[in-house]
């Protein structure tokens, strides 16, 4: 199959092009296999070209991770969730992120394709270098473990069932956000419910224009019925 699969029956084709729809497709396992090894290099350097001590490392890496979810959320929250409004908008959105809400059971475009993390990635190595200086490597470190702990979470809470109460409740967390009433209002959070909790988004809180349209369409489905 590769690491990045052809067109699949749960995977339909985005883009005319078959070069460009092929590689909007990514096999999960080259998450881990791309930013673990990267996250460790970045620790090594860390010690070996920032001077900084292990215990500081480790300490810097768990901020960098706990700054990750926040950056999930935010991202989500917001600009995958954003619908510009101009005649490319719903386009737009759809190839950042409605795709994934049209199709939720794609497990090929689940995670994000190399072209765009690898991006993420070198942008905020240089971001948190140029702020941080020595530290950044570290903070980078735990930056980027934390992005592969989410794309690998997404993945799994779509097609693993989950063993234990926590993964149980992670999963549901994100599942309700795939329903339309909720989708634009609440439970953005993917790895963790933790900034749900900050920015009070946990609770399930419908979306009124959702809502009103459901409506319409029971009370179409009725009149037709009655017809």
Not at 73 to 87: E, G
Not at 157 to 180: C, D, E, F, I
Not at 196 to 214: G, I, Q, T
């Amino acid at each position: 199959m590769g690491f990045f699969p052809e067109v699949t029956a749960e995977s339909p084709a985005m883009f005319e092009s078959k070069l460009i729809d092929r590689f909007s497709r990514t096999h999960w396992t080259l998450v881990p296999i791309l930013y673990v090894p990267a996250a460790l290099v970045l620790a090594y350097f860390s010690v070996s070209l920032g001077g900084v001590s292990y215990v500081t490392t480790a300490a810097l890496a768990a901020g960098g991770f706990l700054a990750w979810t926040f950056t999930e959320y935010w991202l989500h929250r917001t600009a995958f969730h954003w619908r510009p409004n101009v005649s490319w908008g719903e386009r737009f959105h759809f190839l950042v992120h409605g795709v994934h809400h049209t199709w939720p059971r794609d497990r090929f475009r689940l995670v994000m394709p190399p072209t765009v993390s690898l991006t993420l990635f070198w942008f905020f190595l240089g971001l948190y270098l140029l702020t941080m200086q020595q530290y950044g490597w570290a903070f980078a470190a735990g930056f980027t473990l934390g992005y592969t702990n989410y794309d690998i979470s997404h993945y799994f809470q779509h097609h693993v069932s989950p063993k234990t109460a926590w993964g149980r409740n992670l999963r549901k967390h994100h599942l309700a956000h795939h329903a339309p009433r909720y989708a634009e209002t609440c439970k953005f959070g993917v790895s963790t419910t933790l900034w749900d909790h900050v920015f009070r988004s946990y609770a399930l809180k419908a979306d009124p224009k959702v809502v009103e349209a459901e409506k319409a369409e029971k009370a179409d489905k009725s009149q037709a019925v009655a017809a």
